[in-house]
């Protein structure tokens, strides 16, 4: 093999009516949030996840933080989140005041351990942020009884997650709040771009409003409320609904990439590779992950140096919230250790995972992982 080919880690698909409908946008002068794409978006999204409401926001970060101060969480209240996720989920807690409270990772899905859940409930818990990670659901009928017996809100962060199911109902339908984000690398794509989905028709106003500035009548520019301007432009959503139009032959693909990396590494030493299946999910390979073992004899930061080097792009797993140097200033997580997602940090990566990945690249970039570990 030879240094010269590059797989990026991610690329989008953006061959379908994605030209025609940001075109129409800028034909018709629709580019900012007033325009038909977005009420058009927010409503075949929900619709395809089964909610009432989507409010559609610039980012899947501050989804989460609408979601927060839509449930009107704050200074007093603990929410449980996994430790091992990105930070987007973290941040929204601290800027509201809300104490976070961390459950390890499962060793096999990746997801938070919904075992230690139930420990970590004390009487100012108020809610669980359910985040499922890299392509298979956390478990939520187990999840759902918790938060039953505890009186508990959910939180539900499928940002990773279009598509996927969970034993047949969608993920994002679940939490009283959910959240998507649709950066580039997520399966229908905006860009930059994220929603907030209830089927509560109060919190679903006040989401809108939070996304707004806190904008009311009957005066204009007199507020009651603080408020952001996280408004999705029109141009942003053309592209999500000529993106959505293709969600079903996105899924196929991403698990048909993620069937054949594993066909590929099935029996390569050292390694653990996504589970396909659980008994309530296939994986839909979001990203396609790789664990090494202590048998590999390396760590994730050198196998990705060497797969770079052979022009194959990767991404570190994400790092532990309870090792987040931030959160350590802040005199948080002292003393707490979870071995899973500590050791999910330093060993895991993810190969070439973009939807506009060939054959080509994947055979390569699999043979590529071959050579490093040999
Ligand atoms: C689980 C999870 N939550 C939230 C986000 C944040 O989304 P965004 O990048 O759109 O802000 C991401 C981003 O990939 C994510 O993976």
Known sequence: MTGSRVVPVNEPLLNGNERRYVDDCVTTGWISSDGPYVRRFEEEFAARVGRKHGIAVCNGSVAIDVAVVALRLGAGDEVIVPTFTI?????????????PVLVDADPLTWNMSVAQIEDKITPRTR???????????VDMDAVLAIAERHGLRII????????????GTPCGSFGDVSTFSFY??????????????????????????LRNLAFVPPRRFVHHEIGWNFRMSNIQAALGVAQ???????????RRMGARYTELLHDIKGVSLPLPSTEYADNVYWVYGIVLE?????????VMRQLGSLGVGTRPFFWPMHLQPVFQSLGLFKGEHYPVAERLSTQGFYLPSGMALTEEDISYSAASLRQVLR
């Not at 930070?87 to 104490?99: E, F, K, M, N, Q």
């Not at 539900?156 to 034993?167: F, K, V």
Request: hydrophobic share 40%.
């Open 156 to 167: 539900e962060d499928a940002a990773e997650m279009h598509g996927q199911t969970y034993r």
């Open 294 to 302: 202590d048998e590999a004899g390396t760590n994730a930061e050198e």
């Open 127 to 137: 809610a669980i942020m359910v985040v499922h990670i890299y392509g298979l659901p």
């Open 87 to 99: 930070i987007s989920c973290l941040a929204p807690l601290i800027r509201a005041g809300v104490t």
């Open 184 to 209: 580039a690398n997520k399966h229908v794509t905006t860009g930059e771009g994220g929603m907030v989905l209830t089927d509560d028709d109060q919190i679903a106003e006040r989401c809108r409003l």
């Open 244 to 254: 959505l139009e293709r969600l079903d032959e996105f899924l196929a693909r991403k």
